[in-house]
């Protein structure tokens, strides 16, 4: 679904909250499986997030039973009327990128509300998701600046423009969706300046914003993720919220730090 | 496996081409399914090329009997003694990049040879898969100079040290591992030029070669790829092989087509 609808989400329950579905093997409890896990996450925040955001590596890394799980957890989100964000960050070009538009944004098992991917290919790589994002109101997050501590290494390049690489990267995939209605960014909570600074040249655009919480972001530098108006941003939490013993009021309590940073 | 056994298997073969296992649906003949349409073109290759390359997107977009097919493929493809190189260009970082290195190289179902990375992240984003191939023998090759038209969108860009993007990118990977043995690199055939420049900048590395046939790439266009003694790379090639009547017959040819510029 397109980001309307995300946005539509967010401000019924006044919560700017992705819950990341991150089962590490670790954190399943005794007796549970893949799906199962994520069953009690998603019954546990339901009522309070309106998006999850299911990692498929660590499905993936179960093999057919992994993916079993994966497809049943998507279901069962969507069912509990979540927005689902497929943690895929998915990276090809024409009919390969094709194929996996329809697997993460399609009608299939695996089919999401959106999907996160990966530029580094160049516009080939995202058209053909924003194609299928047309065709079935969904939604991208495309990766330009990331949470992690090497982010930098090719992301911060300076270029000949004298800026740097991920401001490339927003620049190539704001040309191909002016609207900011399909094509998101991910840019890390980590990176609060980054934040700030794209924000004020892509006003229009949707922001996933992993790295709060664990990771060393906080309420206070995801702030400047958000538009003047609290809006056009969510903020992924996984292991705040999915190891907590109580997940619900893990999730208030990130809902709650968040909200009171917006100015509303 | 190292690229030591995938250069025995091209040694032993004479053969420098990985047949690319890319199932578009429209490809599949009247009762053939994913994994018997595979079977029939590794039956036909397995004694004139070292590799093949299962790509990721075709099966995920299949769903949960996608990933299976795709485990029934590189199973057999192991069992008839190929090197089996999965097409997944996975990309993330920390636990996440872990789980990826272990489905693709690990003893799990879906556990290949080597797999293809993307290298947006930076190194956090690299190091978990050459973590992995270290310990089971694998290697991987991450994304350095596409073959797709918009590549150069990002990768070509010149950034202040005169060098442009990709070139930063095989440096931050050949800082990983100086070696070569693990982490080679996709340089696609469609850029000779670069081709050209990367193999006399990083003289040990292994280079993956897609872009070969239906993209335009040909036999002149991607000898820059070989070291001087015919050796390190490795050409892909997909439709011109698996869409043809005879397979084998087309496969004989793409391996002399190849062995006609390389100096031995």
Redesign the interface.
């Known amino acids: 679904m397109s980001f309307t609808r995300l946005q539509k989400l967010i401000n019924e329950k006044n919560c700017r909250i992705v819950v990341g579905l991150?089962p590490?093997p670790n954190m399943l409890r005794v007796g549970e499986t893949l799906f199962s896990w994520g069953k009690r996450i998603i019954d546990a925040v339901a009522e309070i997030v309106p998006a999850v955001k299911p990692?498929a590596?660590?499905y993936?890394?179960?093999?057919?039973a992994g993916?079993?799980a994966l497809?049943e957890t998507v279901q069962y989100a969507k069912q509990r009327g979540l927005y689902v964000i497929m943690d895929a960050?998915?990276?090809?070009?024409?009919?390969?990128?094709e194929?996996?538009a329809?697997?993460?944004l399609?009608i299939?098992?695996?089919g999401c509300d959106c999907v996160t991917v990966?530029?580094?290919?160049?516009?080939?790589?995202i058209k053909p998701f924003l194609v299928q994002a047309e065709s079935n109101d969904g939604a991208l997050f495309a990766?330009v600046k990331?949470s992690?501590?090497?982010?930098?290494?090719?992301?911060d390049?300076?270029?000949?423009s004298g800026k740097p690489?991920y401001i490339?990267?927003a620049s190539?995939l704001g040309a191909l969706d002016a609207s900011g209605e399909r094509i998101g960014f991910v840019v890390g909570a980590t990176y609060p300046e980054q934040l700030a600074e794209l924000r004020a040249m892509f006003p229009k655009s949707f922001f996933l914003v992993p790295g709060y919480g664990a990771q060393g972001g906080t309420a206070a530098s995801v702030a400047a993720a958000f538009s003047a108006d609290g809006s056009l941003a969510i903020v992924n939490s996984s292991r705040g919220i999915i190891t907590a013993d109580d997940p619900r009021a893990a999730a208030v309590a990130a809902r709650d730090d968040i909200n009171s940073v917006i100015c509303k």
Chains 1, 2 share one sequence.
């Open positions: 991150d590490r990692q590596a660590f993936e890394a179960a093999g057919i993916i079993t497809s960050k998915r990276g090809d070009i024409g009919s390969t990128a194929a996996y329809e697997a993460y399609g299939g098992e695996l990966n530029p580094y290919l160049g516009s080939d790589g990766l990331t992690n501590p090497s982010s930098g290494e090719l992301q390049v300076i270029t000949d690489v490339r990267t190539m």
